[in-house]
């Protein structure tokens, strides 16, 4: 019988890719791409789908691949897949739950401390000859109330990690975990409590309806003058147009973000805007985009907080799991709409 294919869109090292192919090949032929997928680079006999978020799942790319039984999300947000076109064709899509909440915690982290003391700002200044401190005077975290929107693994790991710092930690979920509040000594409030009184808000919520564009001009609003924003989580969860407002409005003194609203365009703006293939409401928030990437105020990652060897590996691993358990019809990791 012929072996299913597998094919991969991934940019990764190439030990990884080997790593990966070692892995599969006796039951499968392994396909790895270096790109992101598109309706364009697909391949129809493709029967197991293995992406990063970067590639969009979407229901015309699903629709061009009339074999696929599977997808493989190599990613634990899975906001780039068309479940409900998934489901409509009994395509069962897997995610890893959980390989780096410590990774991206520890990058959370890392983004809070850098805007704090104006890392990125000093690094350029003496790379660009310059061994001068004055009008990089920052800020201690100690006493400050750092506001954390989504204590799941991520969020609860940044609460942890701060602690050290010695600041006042409050929170807002929807579902409050109670005992781990009474472990972390922290307190959870109101949403509405949360923009008023804290001094640095870190988000670490999904992208669903109800928390697209959370940051917006009417919350903006509400915050503390000075505060600073950190995203690790989605971009959809900032108006991009919104954050650029409230920096120069100067309530928001610094923000830094793993992930941008749209960033799957961010690449192509200018050639997307040429060709009139996105609308003009995503040529917008492409274009506040890179005004907030070239803003002084900003720091902006290429969406890798995940990225650390270790949890690279673990997801490799996971989604090797996932892919031989479903084959062997006891699937694991299964996401659902
Ligand atoms: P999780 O599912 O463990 O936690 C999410 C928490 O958000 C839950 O406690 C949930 O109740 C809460 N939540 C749901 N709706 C909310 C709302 N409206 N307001 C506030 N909180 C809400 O997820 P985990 O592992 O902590 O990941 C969080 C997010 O981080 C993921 O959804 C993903 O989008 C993002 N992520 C980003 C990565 C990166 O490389 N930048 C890597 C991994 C995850």
Known sequence: MKKPLCSFYLSLTPDLHQ???QKLQRAYRVDISQDTLTTNNLNKNTEILGTF???KISKAVIKKLPKLRLIVSLSTGYDHIDLKAAKRRSITV??????GERTVAEFAVGLTLSLSRKLH??????KAGEFDYHGLRGFDLYEKTIGIIGTGKIGSNV???LQGFGAHIIAYDPFPNKALEKELHFTYVPLSKLWKTSDIISLHAPLTKKTHHLVNKKTISSMKSGV???NTSRGGLISSEALLWGIESGIIE???LDVLEQEDLLEDTFRLIEKKTCSPKEARICLMNNIIIDHPKTIVTPHLAFNSKEAVLRIIDTSIKNITSFTKGNPQNIVTL
């Open 254 to 256: 610094g923000a830094a």
């Open 53 to 55: 978020v970067d590639s």
């Open 94 to 99: 897997c995610n890893v739950p959980s390989y």
């Open 19 to 21: 790593h990966l192919k």
């Open 159 to 161: 609460i942890r990690m």
């Open 228 to 230: 600073s924003i950190i």
């Open 121 to 126: 700002k000093a690094v350029r200044r003496v």
